[in-house]
């Protein structure tokens, strides 16, 4: 859950139809499927969240599926499919990065 998310009902976010948020959301994950070049660590680095957390918020959201059918689902494979095709090792810097970022997650 968000903790940093204004009351339900006060973000003008929460007017959205839900079916333009859901189109925006698919619009979202299909760009990042395609930007394999943009790494989960990289992400992180940058605003916090990756293809992984959109996983898990799916999942808090109400998807019945397991962490690795999320995960699937982000990715459009399989995680481990995705790992050996994509992902490269995270440097220090990315790292740290990362680690920056996060902190800002909880602040607020």
């Not at 859901?22 to 989960?40: I, S, W």
């Not at 399989?78 to 800002?104: F, G, H, I, V």
Request: charged share 30%.
């Amino acid at each position: 859950m968000d903790t940093n998310a204004p009351p339900t009902g006060t973000d003008p976010l929460d007017q959205l139809d839900d079916a333009v948020a859901a189109a925006a959301f698919r619009r979202l994950v299909r760009h990042l499927r395609r930007r394999h070049d943009a790494q989960n660590i990289d992400l992180m680095g940058l605003s916090g969240f990756c293809r992984n957390c959109l996983a898990d918020w799916i999942r808090d959201a109400g998807y019945a599926g397991d962490k690795g059918a999320a995960r699937a689902l982000i990715h459009g494979m399989p995680m481990d499919e995705w790992k050996a095709k994509y992902q490269s090792e995270a440097t220090p810097e990315q790292l740290a990065r990362m680690e920056e970022s996060l902190k800002k997650n909880a602040a607020g």
